[in-house]
């Protein structure tokens, strides 16, 4: 069984530019969550996409939105990038509303705004 | 919100030797998860245990829910056992998200 992919890898763009990040969740996984781990702030929870409606966002401004196909992957756009925003951006999926089995998360893209 | 507290913060060790990690909880739990980071990012999923005991090998987990707090074992530990573990856990009415403690960064020297 596949798990939860992330593309691309490494990123790096410009401040001011727009920054597209994907996720694949493991098969029959419905529900998909970004992280945020920035240097020396921890896991931070970003978003929660389920049945293609985002269910809550963390304490993080609207530039960071995203959307949930109907294949369950997801994307998370970063808009109008700042230096700040250097970080590796994490994605998990789940059996939504099922918290036999936890979440599993992706290998993550590092996200470099220069 | 829950709040989650991992320690020790730091923890050296030398090939061989034990270790003992913990997290404490502020609130009922409904699932808790321990992952180790490995160097390239990867969160790798070690035990979901929001109660009770699990054993995977070397690594052993024990969660006592109604005193709010859970233990990682590590024995014999080896130095691909070096990285980052978090606790993290959902619950106190936030049932959608994971919140994670800071880590404990372990390494293990030959």
């Known amino acids: 069984e596949a798990g939860v992919t992330q593309s691309p890898t490494h990123l790096i763009k410009t401040r001011g530019q727009q920054a597209t990040l994907r996720c694949s969740p493991i098969?029959?996984?419905?529900?998909v969550y970004w992280y945020q781990q920035a240097l020396g702030l921890g896991l931070q929870f970003l978003l929660w996409y389920d049945e293609g409606e985002e269910r809550n966002r963390g304490n993080f401004p609207p530039r960071f939105s995203g959307r949930q196909f109907p294949n369950y992957s997801s994307e998370l756009n970063v808009n109008a990038l700042e230096l700040e925003d250097s970080a590796l951006y994490l994605c998990a999926s789940s059996l939504a509303g099922t918290l036999n089995y936890g979440y599993t998360f992706g290998s993550g893209t590092r996200l470099t705004v220069v | 919100g829950i709040q989650v507290e991992q320690s020790p913060p730091d923890l050296i060790l030398q090939e061989g030797a034990n270790s003992t990690l913990r997290c404490n909880f502020s609130?009922?739990?409904?699932?808790l998860q321990w992952f180790h980071q490995n160097p390239w990012g990867q969160l790798i999923n070690l035990f979901y245990?929001?109660?009770g005991t699990k054993q995977n090998g070397r690594l052993s987990a024990t969660t006592v829910a109604t005193e709010r707090y859970s233990l990682l074992y590590i024995s014999s530990s080896q130095t691909t056992d070096s990285g980052v573990y978090f606790c993290?856990?959902?619950?106190?009415?936030?049932?959608?998200?994971?919140?994670f403690g800071k880590g404990t960064l372990l390494t293990v020297n030959p």
């Open positions: 609130d009922s739990v409904n699932n």
């Open positions: 993290a856990v959902s619950g106190g009415g936030s049932n959608y998200k994971l919140t």
């Open positions: 245990i929001p109660s």
């Open positions: 098969s029959g996984h419905t529900s």
